[in-house]
């Protein structure tokens, strides 16, 4: 599926805003306790829960920078198609 250019670009202007504030979470404790935003190296998982030998960067982005970009981002019914494409029988 894809997007407009218009929201496509809004996406991007405000996940480089929302990536503008993040933090570490290897900084220090209260840095990482004040930021809108954290960024941390997760290991990865197949779509079963079986561990692979990667890292992926996982974004937390804090309840209030959630509402402030809401109306900009698009949010894709992932989970759903996820979930669809490991269910028994597939």
């Keep these: 599926m894809r997007c407009p250019r218009s929201t496509a670009r809004r996406n991007r202007l405000a996940g480089e ?3 503008s504030r993040a933090v ?3 900084a220090d ?3 990482v306790a004040r ?3 954290h960024v941390q190296w ?3 998982r197949s779509p079963r829960g079986a561990a692979l030998n990667h890292y992926s960067i996982q974004v937390g982005i804090g309840r209030h920078l959630i509402c402030t ?3 900009d981002w698009s949010v894709y019914p992932l989970p759903q198609a996820v979930e669809h494409a490991v ?3 597939r």
């Design 17 to 19: 805003e929302a990536l």
């Design 24 to 26: 570490l979470t290897t």
């Design 29 to 31: 404790p209260a840095t």
């Design 35 to 37: 930021a809108p935003v």
């Design 42 to 44: 997760n290991p990865e």
């Design 69 to 71: 970009f809401t109306d």
């Design 87 to 89: 269910s028994p029988g």
